[in-house]
């Protein structure tokens, strides 16, 4: 179930004959344009209903593309001289910023020539140029970045949020959060009705700091109208567990808990590999194994759920890891193909505007 079409805007990504369009910057992240066009090209021969417009240096792009059969007649190169690079502090980009691929790319969002936009640059330039660019939903006052959680749950993720976008939220902010995460729950993973949880480090509602325990109560009362269940209080090893789906924090705890997980994932399958090369035996278990250990390096693979997306913004944006190769940046778009077509951004917005309308009320009733 999806928010209520009757509240919801027409999409505004622009379709060309049935298709959906991404824009892409090109330009950012550790690997340059090489790993973005490969991960352009994968996407591509998997998903014919996708397009892009891509932004950066015209003539090595114009070079990679041609080399890939599968992006032929489907890219639109806008030259951008400039490149945000990963030491280019936010303040500066927000004054020198246009010209750049990653200012080109949000722009094609704000002018609804794509649905959706994916970046592999500095994360914190990204939000500044997003904020400048496409300004804050009516209603917001902190945007989060969400991110995919490998769990047991059916849809095989759940969602945590914020993990890097303030390290500060207030209770008001993390109610806003949890009505966010709930919209993409329903629109990105076609969670019914999305269970909620707030991280804590304990349970008990007597435990955690005087704002967690505000946004408790904020958020059980909102639950009804935000079209979701509150669960309470949650801990980090319910992060990857079946007890919820949305899970909400201030972005200084998620980022430490997602980078937390990605290095985790990692140790893991550098284990299981040190371990399958032991012996002569075990490399002989590992081919009798090769089809299950296959299934679990792709379950828990942080390339495969790569993409945080900015989320209380009047516009999609999705930020890929900056590390990110051919798989990671695919991942990412991926991400963006499934919010931009679902039309997820519309819905996002009335949903954050029925719950502002409906806290507005709720505090006038109290004050008189």
Not at 18 to 35: E, H, N, Q
Not at 203 to 219: F, S, V, Y
Request: glycine share 12%; net charge positive; charged share 25%.
């Amino acid at each position: 179930m999806t928010d209520d079409p009757a509240t919801i805007q027409e999409q505004r990504a622009p379709e060309n004959r049935g298709s959906v369009v991404i824009s892409v910057d090109a330009m950012g992240g550790d690997r340059g344009p090489l790993a973005v066009v490969a991960g352009m090209a994968e996407s591509a021969g998997k998903n014919p209903e996708i397009r892009f417009i891509v932004h950066g240096d015209q003539d090595q792009l114009r070079r990679l593309i041609n080399r890939r059969k599968q992006l032929s007649d489907r890219c639109d190169i806008r030259h951008a001289a400039g490149v945000v690079t990963m030491e280019d502090k936010p303040s500066q980009i927000l004054r020198k910023g246009d010209g750049t691929s990653m200012w080109s790319a949000i722009e094609s969002v704000r002018k609804g020539e794509a649905g959706a936009a994916v970046s592999c640059g500095n994360t914190g330039a990204l939000m500044a140029l997003s904020m400048l660019r496409l300004r804050k939903l009516p209603g917001v006052n902190r945007p989060a970045i969400a991110c995919l959680w490998p769990s047991k749950n059916p849809q095989g993720f759940n969602i945590m949020l914020d993990v890097g976008a303030d390290i500060r939220a207030d209770a008001p902010d993390l109610l806003q959060y949890a009505m966010m995460g709930a919209s993409y729950a329903r629109n990105g993973l076609d969670v019914e009705r999305p269970r909620v949880g707030l991280l804590n480090v304990g349970t008990e509602e007597h435990k955690g700091r005087a704002e967690l325990k505000q946004a408790h109560d904020l958020i059980a009362d909102a639950a009804g109208t935000g079209g979701f269940d509150y669960v309470g209080f949650v801990e980090g090893g319910d992060l990857p567990s079946s007890r919820v789906d949305v899970i909400v924090t201030d972005g200084f705890t998620g980022n430490i808990a997602l980078k937390t997980g990605e290095g985790t994932a990692k140790l893991v399958g550098e284990f299981l590999r040190a371990a399958f090369a032991n012996s002569i035996m075990s490399k002989f278990a590992a081919v009798l194994a090769m089809t299950s250990l296959k299934r679990l390096q792709k379950r828990i693979d942080p390339r495969r759920v790569n993409g945080g997306i900015f989320l209380g913004l009047n516009g999609t944006v999705v930020k890929s890891h900056g590390s990110a190769d051919a798989t990671g940046v695919s991942a990412a778009i991926k991400l963006a193909f499934t919010l931009a077509k679902s039309g997820f951004q519309d819905r996002l917005a009335a949903r954050v505007a029925q719950v502002a309308s409906a806290t507005t009320a709720g505090e006038s009733e109290t004050s008189t």
